[in-house]
């Protein structure tokens, strides 16, 4: 029986499943913290946004392929899914999906978001998670203007200058989440090591297509208390009384 069948049924010899909350046990799932983002990985990948099936990830709204909802939400690097699943209540008409590199880590989001629509009926039917490069696919999985936020929470520093060019954020790779997210869209992101805090902030800063909130904007915006705390990572840091540091831009408005 696979995996996935077993949560659905509820069957408690899978010892993959916590007895008391049916959902996947992170220790079963474990994989290296952080994966090479250059280096070739084989996993399927779209040819272009129009040949994402829909109904495998979001089967509730996707009756028919026909349905003309789209992602809105993309979590890059999303690791446990914390983010995600916090998101999916705060907005559960919102289809949102985390991409991952890491495919263990990618295997226990996934059954983890199976469990959650077992045990609560009704909802988590917006969330979904690929394997994917990020770094190299965002094109083959986002439409033009199709978003209206993306996330980047505690993304891997890659500390030796050589490595820079590995960085999730970078003046290359904001030109195509520019042209993934729409007019008045937002990146969020945030880091507990100060020098990619700055990093991110000045790549955002110094690119013409976005500009960062206002403190009021900040304050008002729901999404950003999550940052901090519905991770894994997060919730670390905030045990270990680390800082954090965090650059929240939009996508600029352009002027007639």
């Not at 960062?212 to 997060?234: H, R």
Request: with cysteine.
């Amino acid at each position: 029986m696979q995996l996935e069948e077993k949560v659905a049924s509820g069957d408690e010899s899978n010892p993959c499943l916590s007895k008391s909350t049916r959902l996947p046990r992170k220790r079963f799932y474990r994989a290296r913290a952080h994966s090479n983002p250059l280096s070739d990985s084989h996993f399927p990948v779209p040819t272009s946004p129009l040949h994402v099936d829909y109904s495998l990830h979001f089967p509730h709204f996707f009756p028919s392929p026909d349905s003309p909802k789209k992602i809105e939400f993309a979590d890059i690097g999303c690791g446990f899914g914390g983010l995600l699943i916090s998101l999916a209540t705060l907005f559960p008409d919102t289809l949102m999906i985390g991409m991952e590199l890491r495919d263990k880590v990618t295997e226990y989001v996934k059954e983890r978001i199976l469990a959650l629509r077992v045990s609560n009926p009704g909802q988590y039917q917006n969330v979904s998670v690929v394997r994917t490069n990020s770094m190299k696919y965002i094109p083959n999985y986002f439409e033009k203007a199709q978003l209206s936020k993306m996330f980047f929470l505690f993304p891997d520093p890659h500390f030796k200058e050589k490595n820079h060019r590995r960085r999730v954020i970078s003046p290359f790779l904001l030109d195509e989440y520019a042209y993934v997210i729409k007019p008045g869209g937002i990146i969020y992101t945030i880091t507990d090591v100060e020098e990619l805090g700055e990093w991110m902030k000045s790549c955002l800063e110094n690119h013409p297509m976005f500009e960062s909130l206002t403190e009021e904007e900040l304050e008002a915006d729901p999404v950003v208390k999550l940052l901090s705390c519905a991770t894994e990572e997060g919730q670390k840091v905030s045990r270990n009384g680390g800082q954090t540091f965090k650059a929240v831009f939009r996508r600029i408005v352009l002027k007639d």
